[in-house]
């Protein structure tokens, strides 16, 4: 603390959390730039998703829509692929790229891909980490008690971890998707350059969360894991 000011947060956490907010701006103005952009075959989000799991022969993969915006997701557990409100039966190059880009996720774990297994697997122990860590750093600061707040730490490190893991799976899932498209030839180049635009903006999105935990890290293990050289 320098006069009541945490200089680590505005030296580390400020920053990471402007381009945070950069990032989520540009993915949602890139996406409504190419929501108006329509394909030239009519490809529908649902019918690219389904294209490309019948590509890879995932024909017991499930397509179903979801309320929400940009809610799309990929849902291992009951094997089902949900399209959000703009994405399901939108016709547009930014629902095709959203679309193509979950059904990669599919295709992912169809193939086993490590990274994806790797971040299933320390999910619950991510979990764990975002609810206890802080909750152990400050308790234990304030009680003197050092190994709980190397145990804090410890548990955040876990979280910035995750959103580490989290980056070649992003990134594998939309070249799957780009690579797909292509592939089929569905899509033309412009509408294949609109993809790109929309699955590189989305993968800031992940970037940037994972600048948000290290700095979070760095802050906690500067202000509190250096009690016993204070």
């Known amino acids: 603390m320098y006069y009541g000011i945490d200089i680590y947060y505005l030296i580390f956490v400020i920053p990471a959390m402007l ?10 103005s890139t996406f409504n730039k190419y929501s108006r952009q329509r394909t030239y075959s009519g490809m529908t989000g649902y019918e690219a998703a389904r294209r490309i799991l019948a590509a890879n ?34 016709a547009s190059v930014a629902a095709v790229g959203v679309a193509a880009h979950e059904a990669g996720h599919a295709v992912q774990y169809a193939q086993n891909y490590a990274p994806i297994k790797l971040r299933s697997a320390i999910i619950p122990v991510t979990q764990i980490g975002s609810q206890l860590s802080i909750p152990l750093v400050l308790i234990g600061f304030l009680m003197g008690m050092d ?22 799976v992003e990134f594998n899932a ?21 993809v790109k635009k929309v699955l590189s903006a989305a993968a800031m999105t992940y970037v940037a969360a994972l600048a948000v935990a290290v700095a979070n890290l760095l802050r906690l293990v500067l202000r509190f894991g250096n009690r016993n050289r204070d």
Do not use: C
């Open 147 to 168: 190994p709980l707040v190397n145990i804090g730490l410890l548990l955040f490190a876990t979280v910035a971890f995750f959103q580490l893991v989290t980056l070649p």
């Open 19 to 28: 381009f945070s907010m950069w990032a989520q701006a540009r993915v949602n």
């Open 174 to 194: 939309s070249r799957r998707a780009v690579t797909a498209l292509e592939m089929s030839g569905s899509i033309g180049d412009e509408e294949l350059h609109g």
């Open 57 to 90: 022969g995932l024909h017991n993969v499930q397509v179903e829509h979801v309320s929400g915006n940009l809610t799309d997701h990929y849902d291992p557990k009951t094997n089902v692929i949900r399209l959000s409100d703009s994405v399901f039966n939108s």
